[in-house]
Structure formats: C-alpha cells, structure tokens
C-alpha cells in the first residue's frame, strides 16, 4: 500500500494509478474486524481503494469525547499493510490539512439529523457532513463503504450525496459483531470490564424487539427493551426508536407502518462513560 499525509500526494497517488472505479472507506482508526470487513468488500468491488484515518474533531460535541477517542495509528498501519494491494492508498491527514481555515458550512439534512443521535450530539451530523464532503472531493470516489452500525450516518451520508450532486454509490456494509453479540466498535476498547460484561444485552434487546414488531404496539416493544437493557443496572437508555429507512421518522404507534417502507430499530446505551450504538431490520432476527 501506498500512504499519502497530504491532499496533493493523495490526488497525485489517485491519478497515477489509473485505475477505475475508484473506493473509498473513510474511518477514524482503532481498526477493528468490522472496518476490516468494509476493507474487504471495498476490495472485491473496486481495482484502487483508499482508506482514510481521520479523527474529525468538528464532529464531536464533547472535547472529552474527542480527547478520549482511540488512536491507534501505527497499529492500524500494521493492519492494514496486511490488506491493503500495492495501489491501494492510506490517506493520514494531519487537522491542518484538513481544515486550513474553520469550515462554516452549514447542511440541511432536514429531518435526518433531528431524531435519535442528531437531537443527543448537536453538530455532530453537520461535523460527519463536513469531513465526508472533503473526503469525497479529495479522493473523486466511485463507491464509498460504510458499517450499518452507523445506520443514521449512512442515511445522511446519502443525503449528503445528493446535495453535492455528485454520482457515488453508497454501500452500507452487515454489521460485524462479536461472538457474544455485541456490535463491533473502536469505543469498545474504553468498556470497563462489568460494562462490557452487560453489553451484550443490547443486541439481545434488539432482536427480541425485531420479533416482537407488528406483533405488539410499539410503546409495549419499547418498554421491552428498556426493561430488558436496564435490568442489570449498569447500563442505561438513552433512547430506543423504531424509523423508516428513508426519513428516519420514530414510530409511535401499529396503525402509522406502511408496508411499503422498511424498518429498523435504534438504540443508544451508555455503558459507564461510553456510549454505545447498534441497530436492527425489525421482523428480522440476525443473530
């Protein structure tokens, strides 16, 4: 593989190449089993990828937040030397590549980044907004690849798409999990060990909630939940929505699905200091 610290070398290393169609897999490191999975599919489907580390920090509403985030940089490195085909591109950009002068920009994802982590992490959907718009200009990608996990993220990042007017294909990669469940993520590494111990409940609250749709009213499922995630008294809800794929609308109750539109269940948990994210199809059990 190739690394490029700097947008000239990256745009230089990218035309040299040659090779088309071009992918990216943007991530913030603290590489795991499921960015290496996005890795991999990128490279089944594109000749030339380019995997970018960036910790963004205009997409952090908490500075402790931001400081705390793994960094893992020569690890990561190490990784994906062992993946990563001889054209194939690590972009490592330092803040003051990236952001020269403070971007003001302003997205209108509309409701997009209302519901769910939009209303928690004011900004942090306009910071995502930011970096990807930068990224994608930088690099001119054919297919960019991101986890489920993020299912929100994936939703503006369409979004996003359209408003730059640019023709990327957006594939929203299975989420990888480990073995007891729980949704594989950089934040994981942060767990205290009794957190971690609980943690996999989360998935398991998920997938009871997937059987129980259609079946039951929402509130009933989202009580289920709650009471299922919490029992332990380590972990808390922060919230727990049911939203079309599209707009992202909670549902309140049985008579509001339209069959027409496909569902998915949300979930944000802190565990100690950490918060965690995952999701699932509901009516669909995964695990």
């Known amino acids: 593989m190739k690394i490029a610290k700097r947008v000239d070398e990256l745009k230089d290393l990218i035309r040299r190449s040659s090779l088309v169609p071009v992918g990216i897999v943007p991530t913030m490191g603290a590489l795991h089993d499921g960015h290496i999975s996005l890795v ?21 509403n908490d500075k402790n937040d931001f400081n705390g985030y793994p960094r893992t ?6 990784v994906l030397e062992r993946v990563l085909r001889p054209d194939d591109i690590l972009f490592l950009p330092s803040d003051e590549e990236i952001y020269p002068e403070p971007d003001t920009r302003k997205f209108d994802f509309g409701n997009l980044d209302k519901v769910m982590e939009g209303s928690r992490r004011p900004g942090h959907f306009n910071g995502v907004g930011q970096i990807v ?15 489920q996990k993020d299912f929100q993220q994936v939703a503006v990042v369409r979004n ?8 990327i294909e957006i594939v929203a990669c299975p989420t990888v999990r480990e073995k007891d469940g729980l949704a594989m993520s950089s934040r994981n590494r942060l767990l205290e060990p009794s957190a971690r111990n609980e943690a996999p409940v989360i998935y398991k609250s998920l997938s009871l909630a997937s059987g129980m ?3 039951r009213e929402i509130f009933e499922i989202k009580r289920a939940v709650l009471d299922m995630v919490e029992s332990n008294g380590i972990l808390e809800v922060e919230y727990f929505e049911i939203v079309d794929d599209i707009d992202l609308v909670p549902l309140k109750r049985n008579d509001e699905i339209e069959r027409s539109k496909n569902y998915y269940g949300c979930i944000a948990v802190k565990a100690g200091k950490i918060r965690l994210i995952d999701n699932i199809a509901m009516g669909m059990r995964q695990f």
């Open 73 to 78: 940089t020569e690890e990561d490195i190490e």
């Open 133 to 147: 718009s930068k990224l994608f200009t930088y690099v001119g990608p054919d297919i960019a690849f991101f986890g």
């Open 213 to 215: 749709f259609g079946k």
């Open 160 to 167: 996003l798409v359209k408003q730059m007017g640019v023709d």
């Open 40 to 60: 991999k599919e990128a490279i089944g489907r594109t000749p030339l990828i380019v995997v970018s580390i960036y910790v963004n920090p205009t997409q952090f």
